[in-house]
């Protein structure tokens, strides 16, 4: 990884991440209000993409995941939002996360259960989104199965990610791990 891109990769957190996924897909009470993709929030309440999500009691095979991202993440999450990509159709655009939904000084665990995805980050042209025919920096992260990734504020504020196309890929449902501010 690139120094100023300081993200923490731990591809083999959850090894049994495809048992884990077949066990919980059904589950899961999945929010059909986006267009894009199923999504799904547990916890504190959370409001993502001009939706409002109530809060609700993460189930105990979620709790577990969490309890384990803790201490990697340096945060104790109290949300986990969920998003569906049933085939490698199914992407994400650029951006950034809210900072400011946050808690000071945390970020994004995201953990992803199912098959690999790459995670495209870009690089702000003096604090803006790159034009045609600016320099770009690029740099592409491979989610496999069972992998955590923890994306610190700092990025947040100097890189955009997303998910692009992957038509061969299968299903993949990212476990996305936040500790909100305090109301």
Same mark, same amino acid.
């Given at each position: ?18 048992? =884990?996924?077949? *066990? ?5 009470? /999945?929010? @059909?209000?986006? #267009? +894009? !993709?199923?999504?799904?929030?547990? %916890? ?6 001009? =939706?409002?999500? *109530? ?5 105990? /095979?979620? @709790?577990?995941? #969490? +309890? !384990?991202?803790?201490?990697?993440? %340096? ?6 939002? =969920? ?14 996360? +809210? ?5 000071? %000084? ?6 992803? =259960? ?70």
């Amino acid at each position: 990884m690139r120094p100023d891109l300081p993200l923490v990769l731990v591809e083999d957190f959850l090894p049994a991440h495809a048992t =884990l996924l077949a *066990a919980q897909h059904a589950t899961i009470d /999945w929010d @059909e209000r986006m #267009r +894009a !993709r199923r999504t799904a929030s547990y %916890g504190r309440p959370y409001d993502y993409s001009q =939706l409002t999500y *109530a809060a609700r009691p993460m189930p105990p /095979w979620l @709790e577990s995941i #969490r +309890a !384990r991202v803790a201490p990697i993440a %340096g945060f104790e999450p109290d949300n986990c939002l =969920l998003n569906e990509y049933a085939t490698g159709a199914q992407t994400m655009g650029l951006h950034a996360d +809210a900072l400011e939904d946050l808690a000071p %000084g945390t970020g994004v665990a995201i953990v992803s =259960l199912g098959a690999a995805r790459t995670l495209r980050f870009v690089q702000l042209v003096d604090g803006r989104r790159p034009r045609r025919g600016d320099p770009v920096e690029e740099v592409a992260v491979r989610l496999t199965g069972g992998s955590l990734l923890v994306v610190p504020p700092v990025v947040q504020t100097a890189w955009l990610h997303g998910i692009g196309a992957e038509p061969d890929a299968g299903l993949r449902v990212s476990l996305t791990f936040r500790r909100l501010r305090a109301p």
